[in-house]
Structure formats: structure tokens, C-alpha cells
């Protein structure tokens, strides 16, 4: 029988051209020989790269949860540069959401502490109680828009 | 007067790439068939042949096959123009290119394994590049870049290993000669 991959003009198996380029491959299981010493490399860098997006990978928050008064106000992705405008009893709360991350930027409270919060990190919520405003960077649940 | 025919004379090297584009189009078929618990993250069979076509016949025939088994594969399976399919020929055509430069490596030193690894990354890195571009903009997918990532790097291992084990196979030509 005749196979398509038999018509080529040079059969060099991977064993005799490592052979000619001095490379020794002998007495190792088969399945190690055929990864080559630049393969390995391969192998290991890309092992690597997976490696290193998993211990980076927990801060997956991409979801801001925002409420007036405890009733959900707007919930918002952080992949949009915005400014978020919330009316409380006060005034108004800034809600900034800018390279991924989200702070309040200004509130009508007294002693602003949620403003001192600064940008939030995964899980994290800053609650303007006077204003009744809370912002909660969270993790998004599936929902039929997005999945 | 009688219409004159077109006739078209499909060379033997036509005829090749037709019957291994054939072969890449079955398993992309056989694979299709198989039940997987997540979206997106497939084995990647039709790579094997596009690895040993490279090896064997060369670059532009390795395009062909693959580009041809994308088209043809995406028609018998009724993906044709929509998402799915650009997402294949992106991610084919990206692959195709990181082939080209890394058929050019001391071939000493880089074997199919670490091409079909090179391949498979760049395959899935093309396609979220695509999904995060165009078709999800607003969906964060960093999240699943780890797990696309750990697929990449299994389905590439495992499709160079197996391109490895079937170059090594004595070929009916080399048998021959021994003989002689």
C-alpha cells in the first residue's frame, strides 16, 4: 500500500537527523526522545507562562454591584472608563471607574471615609452611609447576556 | 458549435493536498462528535495533519491543507461565515504564520512537539485576542486565559507527540532502500 506521506524524497526520521546534528538520544523511553532540547524549552516556558497566570489569576473581580438605599442601583463591568452619577438624600456620589479599577471619587458626606478608601480592591465595597451609596467590586454570576 | 468545456487538470500534487485536507476534515469531524464539559477547548486533532504535511511537503502545502480543512470543515459542520468560523481561521491563520518562521529553527533543536506547542498557543491566544476584540468587549476574560492556556499546552504536547510518533514510523520508501 502506498501512503501519501511515503512519496517524500528524504525519509529523515527525528532520530537520525538529532543523530547527525551530534545530539544524543539513546537509552531514555521512547516518548522522551521524541521532545527535542529546544522542545523543552517550549514545554517549560509554556508550563511556566500557565503557572504564573494561575497564582495571578485570583484577583478576578470585573463586576461593580452599585446601591442606593440598599436597592441595586446600576451594575457595571470595569472594562469602560466612566463616571457614575448616584443621587442620594446628601447630593450626588461619584462613582469613577477608570483602568479597571473603581473608587468613589466624591461624596456629599461629612467625614468622607469612603472616599479615603481610594480604588477598590477584589471583594472589596466602600459604603458612603450618609449618602445611603455602596459600591461592590465583586465577581459577576453567569446571566444569559453574558454567557 | 458545441460549448467548449472548461476542463480542469488537477495536478498530482493537487491531488494530494485535496486527499490530506480529506483526512484534516474527518477529524475535524470525529472531534466535533466528541462530548466536551467546556466550551471553546477542543483537541485540535486536524493539527496533527497539518504538522506532518509541513514536515513532509512544506509550508505552502501545509496552508493549503489547512485553510482548505478550515473552509471544508466549517461547511460539513454548519459553522460556515459565522463566529466560530473566523475563529478558526484566525486562529489557523495565525498558526499557520508562527509555522513558517519556526519550520525555520535548527530542526536539531525544534521538533513537531515544540511547533505544535508554538501553534496551539498562538492558536488560542488569536482567538481570545478576537473574542476580547470583536465579538466580547465587554466581558473580562482573564479569568479563563489560565484554563484556554493549560488546554493550549495539553492539546499541543499531546498533537506533537503523537506528529513525533508518526514521523518515526519506518516509511515505506526507507524500508525499501534497506533492503535493496
Sequence with gaps: MKTHFGQSPKCVSAEA?????????????????????????????????????????????????????????LEAGLRIDRLIAV??????????????????????SPRQLCVKQGWLQAGEAAVCLPNRVSVELGRAAYDSLNY | MTAS?????????????????????GLTLAEAAIPLP?????????????????????????????LLRIVAGALFLGTFLT?????????????LLVLAAAIRLPQAWFGPVGLSLLAAFVHIAMQLAVVDLWLMPHVSLQGLLPWFLTAAWLTGLANGLIVARMMNLPQPEC??????
Excluded: C, M
Design chain 1, 17 to 73: 537527523n538529532a543523530g547527525a546534528a551530534g545530539v544524543k538520544r539513546s537509552g531514555r523511553s521512547q516518548a522522551v526522545q521524541w521532545i527535542y532540547p529546544g522542545d523543552w524549552l517550549i514545554v517549560l516556558a509554556g508550563l511556566a507562562l500557565v503557572a504564573g497566570l494561575f497564582l495571578r489569576a485570583p484577583a478576578v473581580a470585573d463586576r461593580v454591584t452599585i446601591r442606593q438605599s440598599g436597592q441595586p442601583f
Design chain 2, 175 to 180: 524500508r525499501r532502500e534497506v533492503a535493496a
Design chain 2, 5 to 25: 468545456t472548461i476542463e480542469l487538470r488537477a495536478s498530482l500534487e493537487d491531488r494530494r493536498i485535496a486527499a490530506l485536507a480529506a483526512a484534516g476534515i
Design chain 2, 38 to 66: 467546556i466550551p471553546g477547548i477542543k483537541p485540535g486533532l486536524a493539527n496533527i495533519v497539518t504538522l506532518l504535511v509541513l514536515y513532509r511537503f512544506g509550508w505552502r502545502a501545509a496552508a493549503w491543507v489547512s
Design chain 1, 87 to 108: 443621587p442620594g438624600p446628601l447630593g450626588t456620589t461619584q462613582v469613577e471607574i477608570h483602568g479597571g479599577r473603581v473608587r468613589i471619587k466624591a461624596d456629599p
Design chain 2, 83 to 95: 463566529p466560530t468560523f473566523v475563529l478558526s481561521l484566525t486562529g489557523g491563520l495565525a498558526s
